[in-house]
């Protein structure tokens, strides 16, 4: 299994910066892409940025050249480096990971718990 614990999130003024944390620990073989999502009361989750093993980067329109995501594959790590960040950005994150937890099986989505960011004067 794998498990991830999120990290950062809070309370921050329009204009503020935040940056968010994910860490996988557990029994897995390899993690492909890692990512965080966001959502909202009332709307589906979405998407926010995703990383690859390669590195490739994948960001949401809304948050383009405001948000970096990064990755440490020494630590297992997902990092979101939110900036010039918006009230419409307030939203439960949540990070996602792709993982095998064995060679030879095909790779499963993991979840955190979710962490609250809000973006209010």
């Known amino acids: 299994q794998v498990r991830l614990v999120e990290s950062g999130g809070g309370l921050v003024q329009p204009g503020g910066s935040l940056r968010l944390s994910c860490a996988a620990s557990?029994?897995?073989?390899?993690?492909?892409?890692m990512g965080w999502y966001r959502q909202v009361p009332g709307k589906q989750r979405e998407l926010v940025a995703a990383?690859?093993?390669?590195?490739?980067?994948n960001y949401a329109d809304s948050v383009k050249g405001r948000f970096t995501i990064s990755r440490d594959n020494a630590k297992n790590t997902v990092y979101l480096q939110m900036n010039s960040l918006k009230p419409e950005d307030t939203a439960v994150y949540y990070c996602n990971v792709r993982a095998r937890t064995r060679s030879y099986t095909p790779p499963s989505d993991y979840w955190g718990q979710g962490t609250q960011v809000t973006v209010s004067s």
């Open positions: 557990g029994s897995f073989f390899s993690i492909t892409t």
């Open positions: 990383i690859t093993t390669g590195v490739n980067t």
